[in-house]
């Protein structure tokens, strides 16, 4: 009886925030945004996934290119995106004269009838294999920033690069938080740069990963935003209720231990699995659910994290589509809220998402009860 009056508390829970979502909508959230990968087949075109974001009443939206007819489509719309140089084209833009080109074909004929508001370098560089790749990071960053003034572009766009957490040595607790010693002839450049352009550190945090490798010793909970006994930092008596927040403070921690203390840390990724491999312990639908759906939630209240409570935390959920065409594990192919082809997979409370068109409950619902 209590396990059934407990579903029927959260099945209630999760009507009632969908309604408020489905009457109040997203007005005034500037805080959250959602990545869009299209390593799929059987894709909606941009078109239409542009219907999909103005129904989910998200404004911001981050890609991993600069595909013309995702910028074409994203014209003269109320969604800003951060655009993305792959790592392969890293090397050849440590060059001015081709970081301007790269510029002047890529940006410049788009802006601003279609909004871009950030240029990701690279995805990752600190954590790949290839020494050539970190080696051209900050001069690739400097030379289209540098592109971006010439062309009295860069008050309007920023540049920055996400990273791995795997960037930091510890993270635990958050106020230990510390680079890896051998990468930091590379960072103090990267953060002198995103003072200097006054520039967001983009981190992509996945509270999953944590508590697959560690399911015995991790509160499921922690890190899925579900009431739970707070952690406390020690060291600063702050008090942490999620793995999010903790991640976040962490990387705050190391970039103020290099003396470049003022830097905003943004979210360029998070999220959970609705499908995994046997060994990819908590990768499920009904996690998936929850942890992105507790998310939406901080986000409408606007947090900060608690070193920085103050400041709203921006992040951009992973991801809109299962992108089923991606290599590795079972997880990395089931991360979105749909189906290439549209599909819903689950709903987080996104106005678009309170109800199927046929008028049935959310997914959402359906996996909780």
């Known amino acids: 009886m209590a396990i059934f009056n407990s579903r029927v508390g ?59 007819q995702v910028l074409t489509a994203f014209a003269n719309s109320n969604i800003e995106l951060v655009v993305t140089v792959e790592n392969e084209l890293l090397p050849q833009l440590m060059d001015q004269v081709q970081a301007f080109q790269w510029v002047t074909t890529h940006i410049k004929p788009y802006f601003p009838a279609t909004r871009i508001t950030g240029i990701a370098v690279g995805n990752e560089i600190f954590t790949q294999k290839d020494n050539t790749l970190l080696a051209s990071l900050v001069p690739a960053m400097v030379n289209i920033h540098g592109a971006l003034l010439q062309l009295g572009l860069d008050s309007n766009i920023q540049v920055s690069t996400p990273n791995s957490l795997e960037v930091l040595e510890e993270s635990y607790p958050p106020s230990a938080g510390i680079f890896k010693s051998n990468i930091y002839s590379t960072m103090m450049p990267l953060l002198q740069f995103l003072s200097n352009t006054n520039a967001p550190f983009w ?37 942490y209720d999620n793995m999010l927040y903790a991640q976040v403070d962490a990387v705050i921690y190391a970039i103020n231990r290099t003396g470049f203390r003022g830097i905003d840390v943004h979210v360029s990724e998070t999220g959970w699995p609705s499908k995994g491999d046997p060994n990819e ?35 951009y959920l992973f991801a809109l589509f299962n992108e089923d065409s991606k290599p590795g594990p079972t997880s990395e192919r089931n991360y979105g809220l749909y189906q290439p082809n549209g599909t819903l997979c689950y709903n987080v409370g996104l106005p678009a998402l309170s109800s199927k068109p046929n008028g049935h409950t959310s997914s959402a619902i359906k996996v909780i009860n």
């Open 10 to 68: 959260m099945i209630h829970m999760f009507l009632m925030f969908s309604l408020y979502l489905s009457v109040f909508g997203f007005v005034g959230v500037k805080s959250l945004g959602i990545n869009y990968g299209r390593v799929g087949d059987n894709l909606l075109p941009p078109e239409k996934v542009l219907d999909l974001l103005t129904s989910l009443k998200i404004t911001k939206i981050r890609i991993y290119d600069t595909n013309p």
């Open 203 to 239: 981190i992509n945090a996945y509270p999953f990963f944590v508590y697959k490798d560690n399911p015995n010793t991790i509160s499921l909970d922690y890190v899925l935003f579900n009431p739970t006994t707070r952690i406390i930092d020690d060291h600063t008596n702050l008090q």
């Open 281 to 315: 312990i908590g990768a499920s639908l009904e996690n998936a659910a929850t942890y992105n759906g507790n998310l939406v939630r901080r986000q409408l209240k606007n947090e900060g994290t608690p070193l920085r409570p103050n400041m709203g935390l921006e992040v």
